[in-house]
């Protein structure tokens, strides 16, 4: 066996190991006791803006089987007695699907738009999570946990977004459509 082959192969395994990896590192660290004021609060949030990342430029390498894993696997380290089960493997199931079906509106443009197409489906996922506890556990649960960790994680977004970015391997978002700029003057576009 070549040395350059085996290198290859661990690179390629590597590359498809990256966001579920990353995915998985983002839930365990939900669980770590940090010392910073409303950042401990946030970060049942974190792996949402991964999920949101990683479905913008790699979704076939996030399978909706393992979203669904990871996803029970963070409401049982969170969650609880009585505290409903898959309901953030819903969520991650959603935002990966609202990012595959709004994928056009979200690669290549700036990040301001991608800022606020996150600030969306973060808000939609912190309202299905509260909406379903609050039904599954039959109580009137105070909403302002959860929009602090919604605001947090908005604010954290644009440090924690650009990490991601650099470490997705040949990410493309950052390659140029070879369709853009094809017309030549006085021509039309195909």
């Known amino acids: 066996m070549r040395p350059d082959s085996l290198l290859a192969t661990l690179d390629r395994w590597g590359r498809v190991a990256l966001p579920g990896t990353v995915l998985l590192l983002s839930v365990l660290l939900t669980l770590a006791p940090l010392r910073a004021p409303y950042l401990s609060d946030a970060l049942p949030l974190l792996p949402a803006l991964v999920v949101f990342q990683y479905s913008l430029a790699m979704p076939e390498r996030l399978p909706g089987p393992l979203l669904l894993i990871l996803g029970v696997l963070l409401d049982l380290l969170l969650g609880g007695p009585g505290a409903p089960i898959g309901i953030s493997a819903l969520g991650f199931v959603l935002i990966r699907a609202a990012v595959l079906n709004n994928r056009r509106y979200l690669v ?24 379903f506890t609050a039904i599954w556990t039959w109580t009137a649960i105070d909403a302002a946990p959860a929009m602090v960790q919604y605001v947090v994680v908005v604010v954290l977004y644009p440090l924690i977004a650009p990490l991601l970015v650099r470490i997705r391997a040949r990410d493309p978002l950052n390659v140029p459509e070879p369709s853009r700029g094809a017309a030549r003057s006085g021509g039309t576009a195909p």
């Open 108 to 131: 290549g443009v700036p990040f301001l738009f991608q800022w606020f197409g996150f600030c969306l489906l973060a808000l939609g996922y912190v309202f299905l999570v509260w909406i």
